[in-house]
């Protein structure tokens, strides 16, 4: 069975940092991008960004409103991929949802398994 | 490039729904659909256009034209309440649509 388990949520200041964890297990982890999902309270979805699998470099993608302020990386040791926040902002509170890609490089894969998610609250 | 979802969506159990998302590069891309009920994750119903996944019902189906990609209830039950959101990629970027609320009354 696979399963995907957020951790690392909270309550951080802003312009503080937070890293978030997503161990994933009953699936061969190395073989499938990952990628990270948001969900501001009350809000719709608004994907963050994506890690291609090793055999498909292991790059990363990352949408614009979170660009160069979070980092998403991956420990196929592990099973686990990370989503590293700076500079985090009271607009970046959320549910954060780790999510299966299943093509290795990315695109025009489709999210098909989500964790549960792990709320992040970026408050003063 | 965005995805227009309407907010919201009624219809009656046991009736046909249709949700509809409009985006320019629908035509040429496929269109995902995914299911979040209230306190859950979301659900992946609806991929490559008009794929069902294992376990999704029949009554849930997909379909595109021109730049509208539209997700098909038919005889809706009560436990389908929830909203719903389509996908698709933009290069490199995936797209959401802002979601639509299902209400079966």
């Known amino acids: 069975e696979v399963q995907l388990v957020e951790s690392g949520g909270g309550l951080v200041q802003p312009g503080r940092s937070l890293r978030l964890s997503c161990t994933s297990s009953?699936?061969?982890?190395?073989?499938?991008?990952m990628s990270w999902f948001r969900q501001a309270p009350g809000k719709g979805l608004e994907w963050v960004g994506f890690?291609?699998?090793?055999?498909?470099?292991?790059?990363?993608e990352h949408a614009a409103s979170v660009k160069g302020r979070f980092t998403i990386s991956r420990d196929d040791s592990k099973t686990t991929v990370y989503l590293q926040m700076n500079s985090l902002k009271t607009e970046d509170t959320a549910v954060y949802y780790c999510t299966r890609l299943t093509e290795p490089s990315g695109y025009e894969g489709h999210f098909d398994y989500w964790g549960q998610g792990t709320l992040v609250t970026v408050s003063s | 490039y965005e995805l227009t979802q309407p907010p919201s969506v009624s219809v009656s159990p046991g009736q046909t729904a249709s949700i509809t998302c409009s985006g320019d590069k629908l035509g040429e891309e496929y269109a995902w659909w995914y299911q979040q009920k209230p306190g859950q994750s979301p659900v992946l119903i609806i991929y490559h256009d008009n794929k069902r996944p294992s376990g999704i019902p029949e009554r849930f189906s997909g379909s595109t034209s021109g730049n509208t990609a539209t997700l098909t209830i038919s005889g809706t039950q009560t436990m389908d309440e929830a909203d719903y959101y389509c996908q698709a990629w933009d290069s490199i970027n995936v797209l959401v649509g802002g979601g639509t609320k299902l209400t079966v009354l």
């Open positions: 890690i291609r699998s090793k055999a498909s470099g292991g790059t990363t």
């Open positions: 009953g699936f061969t982890f190395g073989d499938y991008a």
